[in-house]
């Protein structure tokens, strides 16, 4: 029947056959044939297919009905297996499994790019199920399902799909029609993915016609149309996981791709993205995705070539990232290269990141072998407007970005209000430049890691001694400490506060540290000079603040006050001679150690001169 039409064997057999043949007409036994067949290392291949046993061993009984056999021994794939075989007469089919450690994935994955993804071995079943004949030269249905625990295969992929070697996760494939040039896949891994598909074989060379994957347990049901969907729910998607394998994926191929996913935790570079709901549609080279939700809305396209994902279009109406701390693992570690980052037009309405509103943001890139160049980077809000340039430069792990920043306008309250610290400053028009480069991407920046040079202009404010802590975001001065420190030695100028009219000062960013010689606190009550180092990676200060008093400008009014206008006018021209020496008289000099947190002032003393610094500050420009 089927079964013979279907297979063709070979080696050596033993035969016991029993055979009934009625001799007359009266007899109430009908023609029969029964027997068992001894396999002694024999081949059997399913014809059309590269499925194949070897070196079978053990007894094959069979009827006119039914084929079976227990325990039998054979080769799959150079690998032991178990086989049996029996009819089910109910279902019209015979049936063959094999089970045994067999390398499905060496077989099958070696010479394609999952080698890397999926390696192991683990025990198998193999269930050939063959479709009675009804007609002689019929093609019989044969369907093929494998199915496995996978212990012993790691899956090196993001989650939910990654498992380690040593977990067990059920995986079945079933194949139907095998036998014919169009078949039916059908996919279930654990409860993380099910799928169904419908894939043409021409000249042993398959393409997808149409089909559907879900993330979790639902049915996958296929659609009328040809085309791939995706979709279902992900509890968390990691972009930065996925984008080393998502940017080398080739596209062109196979049906129009269609996406609708619910998102509850969408991960991009260490921020985090909540309740997104996402749909994709891919035709050709081209994927165009509408993001929706609380924390994003608007389109995003994605432009392939052979060589993967080469460009990115976004128009974004708002983005609400909430940035995730760094654990340190691999996982916090994006291990695509400046070189293959592909090339970006981002453009968003409202950008927020944690409570930092940064408002209008536009970001323009263009890759370069083994770069990607920044050609504008502009963020505009009403407590920042700030405009760059730089670069991202090397291979993953050997790394490095370089960013020139000019901070066109800005206010420094509203700055701080955005750290949380509202209150350490009244004003503060804030203008400036950053030029600096660090290890790694440009999203690993942190000021202790950063080298190069930073110059600040701050006009027209009010520091006040409030909340301990501004010095953890600000760090160049310790602005929560200093006024209290000064309303201690000058409280009748520094009791309410110290207004300012300028702030300005030139850093040098090296090893960690920040280093001046020239910046400088200017304000109608006194200037303030500040020489030094502000550790910032140790978050700590080894400065010298000298407190010059304006004194002598309130000299002759109190003279009026106390003894008339002669008075004031002789003090007037004693201020007039002696203006230098009367601020002198009433100048401080501290040195300022400690955290930023606590940082400790020491009063020198002023006829004393101050040991010479030996930082790098003597080379700024």
């Given at each position: 029947?089927?079964?013979?039409?279907?297979?063709?064997?070979?080696g050596?057999?033993?035969?016991d056959?029993?055979i009934v043949v009625?001799?007359?007409?009266?007899?109430?036994r009908?023609?029969?044939?029964?027997?068992n067949?001894?396999?002694?290392?024999n081949n059997?291949?399913?014809?059309?297919?590269?499925?194949?046993?070897?070196?079978?061993r053990g007894r094959l009984?069979?009827?006119?009905e039914d084929?079976?056999g227990?325990g039998?021994?054979?080769?799959?794939l150079?690998?032991?297996v178990t086989?049996?075989?029996?009819?089910?007469?109910?279902?019209g089919?015979?049936n063959?499994?094999c089970?045994?450690?067999?390398?499905?994935?060496?077989?099958?994955?070696q010479?394609?790019?999952l080698?890397?993804?999926?390696?192991g071995?683990?025990?198998?079943e193999?269930?050939l199920?063959?479709?009675?004949l009804?007609?002689?030269?019929?093609?019989p249905d044969v369907?093929?399902r494998?199915?496995?625990?996978l212990?012993?295969?790691?899956?090196n992929?993001?989650?939910?799909?990654?498992?380690?070697?040593e977990?067990?996760?059920?995986l079945t494939?079933?194949?139907?029609?095998i036998?014919?040039?169009d078949?039916?896949?059908?996919?279930?891994?654990?409860?993380?993915?099910?799928g169904l598909?419908?894939?043409?074989?021409?000249?042993?060379?398959?393409?997808?016609?149409?089909?559907q994957?879900?993330?979790?347990?639902?049915?996958?049901?296929?659609?009328?149309?040809?085309?791939?969907?995706?979709?279902?729910?992900l509890?968390r998607?990691?972009?930065s996981?996925?984008?080393?394998l998502?940017?080398?994926?080739?596209?062109?191929g196979?049906p129009?791709?269609?996406?609708?996913?619910?998102?509850?935790?969408?991960e991009?570079m260490r921020?985090?993205?909540?309740?997104?709901?996402?749909?994709?549609e891919?035709?050709?080279?081209?994927?165009?995705?509408?993001?929706?939700g609380?924390?994003?809305?608007?389109?995003?396209e994605?432009?392939r070539?052979?060589?993967?994902i080469?460009k990115?279009?976004a128009?974004?109406?708002?983005?609400?990232?909430?940035?995730?701390?760094?654990?340190?693992?691999e996982?916090d570690?994006?291990?695509i290269?400046?070189?293959?980052?592909?090339?970006?037009h981002?453009?968003?309405?409202?950008?927020?990141?944690n409570?930092?509103?940064?408002?209008?943001?536009?970001?323009d890139?263009?890759r370069a072998p083994?770069?990607?160049e920044v050609?504008q980077?502009a963020v505009?809000?009403k407590?920042?407007?700030v405009?760059?340039?730089?670069?991202?430069?090397g291979?993953?792990?050997?790394?490095?970005?370089?960013?020139?920043v000019?901070?066109t306008?800005?206010?420094?309250d509203?700055?701080l209000?955005?750290?949380d610290y509202?209150e350490?400053?009244?004003?503060?028009?804030l203008s400036?430049?950053?030029?600096?480069?660090?290890?790694?991407?440009?999203?690993?920046?942190?000021?202790?890691r950063?080298?190069?040079k930073?110059?600040?202009?701050?006009?027209?404010g009010?520091?006040?001694?409030?909340k301990?802590?501004?010095?953890?975001?600000?760090?160049l001065?310790s602005?929560?400490?200093?006024?209290?420190?000064?309303s201690?030695?000058?409280?009748?100028?520094?009791?309410?506060?110290?207004?300012f009219?300028?702030?300005?000062g030139?850093?040098?960013?090296?090893?960690?540290?920040?280093?001046?010689d020239?910046?400088?606190?200017e304000?109608?009550?006194?200037?303030?000079?500040?020489?030094?180092?502000?550790?910032?990676a140790?978050?700590?200060y080894?400065?010298?603040v000298?407190v010059?008093?304006n004194?002598?400008?309130?000299?002759?009014?109190?003279g009026v006050?106390?003894?008339?206008?002669?008075?004031?006018a002789?003090?007037l021209?004693?201020?007039?001679l002696?203006?230098d020496?009367?601020?002198e008289?009433?100048?401080?000099r501290?040195?300022v150690?400690?955290?930023w947190?606590?940082?400790?002032?020491?009063?020198?003393?002023?006829?004393?001169?101050?040991?010479?610094?030996s930082?790098?500050?003597e080379?700024?420009e």
């Amino acid at each position: 029947g089927a079964f013979v039409e279907r297979v063709a064997g070979k080696g050596p057999t033993g035969l016991d056959l029993d055979i009934v043949v009625p001799l007359h007409k009266a007899s109430t036994r009908e023609l029969s044939v029964a027997g068992n067949i001894h396999l002694k290392g024999n081949n059997l291949d399913i014809r059309d297919d590269d499925i194949s046993l070897e070196n079978i061993r053990g007894r094959l009984a069979f009827t006119p009905e039914d084929f079976s056999g227990s325990g039998l021994e054979a080769r799959l794939l150079d690998t032991p297996v178990t086989v049996d075989v029996w009819t089910d007469s109910k279902a019209g089919t015979t049936n063959i499994r094999c089970r045994g450690p067999v390398d499905f994935i060496g077989q099958y994955t070696q010479q394609s790019a999952l080698a890397d993804v999926i390696n192991g071995r683990s025990d198998w079943e193999v269930l050939l199920s063959i479709g009675r004949l009804e007609r002689r030269y019929q093609v019989p249905d044969v369907d093929l399902r494998l199915s496995s625990m996978l212990e012993g295969i790691a899956v090196n992929l993001p989650a939910p799909f990654g498992k380690l070697k040593e977990e067990k996760r059920p995986l079945t494939l079933a194949v139907t029609r095998i036998a014919q040039p169009d078949r039916f896949i059908q996919l279930g891994y654990a409860d993380v993915l099910q799928g169904l598909m419908a894939v043409e074989f021409k000249q042993r060379t398959a393409s997808l016609e149409r089909g559907q994957l879900v993330l979790g347990t639902a049915e996958a049901v296929l659609p009328g149309e040809k085309t791939l969907g995706i979709t279902g729910k992900l509890a968390r998607f990691s972009l930065s996981e996925w984008l080393p394998l998502l940017a080398g994926m080739q596209g062109g191929g196979g049906p129009p791709v269609k996406v609708d996913l619910g998102i509850a935790e969408l991960e991009v570079m260490r921020h985090v993205l909540r309740d997104v709901d996402l749909q994709a549609e891919t035709a050709g080279l081209v994927q165009e995705i509408n993001l929706a939700g609380k924390s994003v809305s608007g389109t995003i396209e994605l432009s392939r070539t052979s060589r993967g994902i080469v460009k990115v279009v976004a128009n974004l109406e708002k983005l609400l990232l909430v940035s995730l701390p760094d654990t340190g693992s691999e996982a916090d570690v994006l291990t695509i290269g400046p070189g293959d980052f592909p090339e970006l037009h981002i453009s968003i309405g409202k950008l927020k990141i944690n409570d930092i509103k940064l408002g209008n943001t536009l970001l323009d890139t263009v890759r370069a072998p083994d770069a990607m160049e920044v050609k504008q980077l502009a963020v505009a809000s009403k407590m920042l407007e700030v405009q760059a340039t730089g670069n991202w430069r090397g291979k993953s792990g050997f790394d490095r970005s370089w960013f020139d920043v000019e901070i066109t306008k800005g206010r420094l309250d509203r700055l701080l209000e955005a750290f949380d610290y509202a209150e350490e400053v009244d004003g503060g028009e804030l203008s400036g430049a950053i030029n600096a480069g660090w290890q790694g991407a440009p999203w690993d920046f942190e000021p202790g890691r950063a080298e190069g040079k930073l110059y600040l202009n701050i006009r027209d404010g009010q520091l006040k001694s409030v909340k301990p802590g501004a010095g953890r975001v600000f760090g160049l001065v310790s602005l929560h400490t200093l006024p209290r420190r000064l309303s201690l030695d000058f409280s009748d100028l520094f009791k309410k506060g110290f207004s300012f009219d300028r702030i300005e000062g030139n850093f040098v960013l090296d090893g960690g540290n920040a280093y001046t010689d020239d910046l400088q606190i200017e304000g109608p009550a006194a200037r303030i000079d500040i020489t030094g180092r502000i550790g910032l990676a140790d978050q700590d200060y080894d400065q010298l603040v000298t407190v010059v008093p304006n004194l002598s400008s309130s000299l002759p009014l109190a003279g009026v006050l106390a003894g008339g206008p002669a008075v004031g006018a002789a003090l007037l021209l004693a201020e007039q001679l002696l203006n230098d020496e009367i601020d002198e008289m009433a100048v401080r000099r501290y040195a300022v150690t400690g955290p930023w947190s606590e940082p400790v002032y020491e009063k020198l003393d002023v006829r004393k001169k101050p040991p010479a610094s030996s930082d790098p500050a003597e080379d700024i420009e």
